[in-house]
């Protein structure tokens, strides 16, 4: 049953009480400016648009030239010209007008600089800048820094008589060893685990993909060959195309080689050190050689030091996300970018303690023993002898060792001698005085030692007693 209305006169009692306390509680100051506070806010609100057009307006151009080499590796001008040279071949973003090719660019090279992805790239904290979008952006930047244009322009083999002989000469100054075109050798890069293949890419402690790099004496790296292959060092080469061109080369009597580590077998256009020759070994044409190669060999472990140091994401430690094709390009989109900064002469940044260590741990676990099953070539064998006997024939002179570090007890006989008085010379050896007319003051006779004459002391004035003189610890001669 439908109760009824209340008559315009009535008044409720139930009703008029909170009224009442609502009255009474607003009209107290602590309510008053809590509902005051409200009022107060609307001006507080266009901050927002303000703070987000501020993020939107920040560009790492605008930072200082060391901080964008610290966040980017390159130099501005060098990003610059890096844009210009990818934008027509990546593919332009319609659903985010924000983040244009630029951003794309800037934010792979951030994850080749650090390995990691990152969420906020030139100062924008925007929840688009994902994970998802910084992978997308490695995946499109990687993909157009291998394009053959750009590959070939940043990484290039010297194929013409006159750039080789460049090369040659620049050997020759820095280490002394002649006809050399370049240093190779390998390097390992962690790679996911992959589907079909696992024993090929497993060297016994992670799976990564075998990179060979051929550097020259700028440590500028010339050739890189990341695809997979064999496990050895020499089998990566055999199938490479820089094997043809040497043997072709040598066959047109031109003589070229390679500087190879001792992985590597002694052929004709690849020349390795000699086995058994140790730093106790004495000094014999052999041990020179192995010297100079040593020295040389040095260019290529620089430039993958050097390589994995700028770019982390190569690090055996760092971002094992990707699989092996996709390392294969980063691996030559980083050399590519590696080359860009050696030729400019940018800053290294260099890797900690506990990179370096764990890093040169994990290349020896990677490579495994030298093996003692190397197929020599007679050939090669031969080719070696005759540059080791011209190195030793045309062998400079060695700067002077500094000297061995002195026992304690040597440095403590050298001070002692130093502060000694010289010891007085030999009465045999002293030369007579010469003749006088009279006689010398203090002296008798001629025949007689001299007797010196101290004058009379003051009153004041301290006495010493006269030292006799210091024979050393053996008596005079007479």
Not at 166 to 171: E, L, Q
Request: with cysteine.
């Amino acid at each position: 049953m439908a109760e009824k209305p209340p008559e315009d006169g009535y008044i409720s009692v139930v009703d008029e009480e909170p009224e009442i306390l609502e009255l009474l509680k607003w009209d107290t100051p602590q309510i008053q400016k809590q509902e005051e506070r409200p009022c107060e806010q609307p001006p507080e609100k266009p901050k927002s648009p303000e703070k987000r057009g501020s993020k939107q307006e920040t560009d790492p151009f605008d930072l200082a030239e060391p901080n964008f080499i610290e966040t980017y590796r390159l130099s501005k001008d060098l990003a610059r010209a890096l844009i210009d040279d990818l934008k027509p071949l990546m593919p332009e973003t319609t659903k985010t007008p924000d983040f244009t090719v630029d951003c794309k660019i800037l934010a792979a090279i951030s994850f080749y600089a650090t390995g990691k992805f990152q969420k906020s790239v030139a100062g924008k904290t925007d929840p688009n800048i994902t994970q998802y979008f910084v992978s997308t952006a490695v995946t499109q930047v990687t993909e157009a820094l291998n394009h053959p244009t750009i590959v070939k322009k940043h990484i290039h083999f010297p194929h013409l008589r006159d750039e080789r002989d460049v090369v040659k000469a620049r050997f020759y100054m820095k280490y002394g060893i002649p006809n050399v075109v370049g240093c190779i050798d390998c390097t390992h890069v962690p790679i996911a685990k992959p589907d079909d293949d696992q024993k090929s890419h497993f060297n016994k402690s992670y799976h990564s993909k075998k990179v060979q790099i051929i550097c020259d004496s700028d440590l500028t790296i010339i050739s890189v060959d990341p695809s997979p292959g064999a496990h050895s060092h020499h089998g990566v080469l055999s199938r490479h195309a820089v094997t043809v061109d040497l043997k072709s080369l040598n066959d047109a009597n031109e003589q070229c080689w390679l500087l190879g580590s001792a992985y590597y077998s002694v052929k004709p256009y690849i020349m390795t050190p000699i086995p058994k020759i140790t730093k106790k070994s004495p000094v014999s044409p052999e041990k020179h050689y192995n010297t100079l190669h040593a020295q040389a060999h040095t260019a290529v472990t620089d430039a993958i030091k050097h390589l994995k140091s700028r770019w982390k994401c190569l690090q055996s430690t760092c971002n094992k996300a990707y699989d092996p094709p996709m390392v294969s390009m980063m691996i030559v989109a980083c050399c590519i970018l590696h080359n860009l900064c050696n030729r400019r002469g940018l800053p290294l940044c260099p890797m900690t303690q506990t990179e370096e260590r764990l890093e040169a741990m994990k290349q020896k676990v990677a490579n495994g023993p030298i093996s003692k099953k190397l197929n020599d070539d007679t050939e090669g064998v031969r080719v070696r002898a005759q540059l080791m006997e011209r190195l030793w024939n045309e062998r400079r002179v060695a700067p002077e060792l500094p000297k061995k570090r002195m026992s304690k007890k040597d440095r403590i006989l050298e001070a002692h001698q130093s502060q000694a008085p010289p010891l007085p010379p030999h009465p045999a050896q002293m030369a007579p005085p010469p003749p006088q007319a009279g006689p010398l003051l203090g002296m008798d006779d001629g025949s007689k030692r001299p007797r010196l004459n101290m004058p009379a002391p003051h009153a004041h004035a301290h006495t010493y007693p006269l030292m006799p003189p210091a024979w050393g610890h053996y008596p005079p001669h007479h």
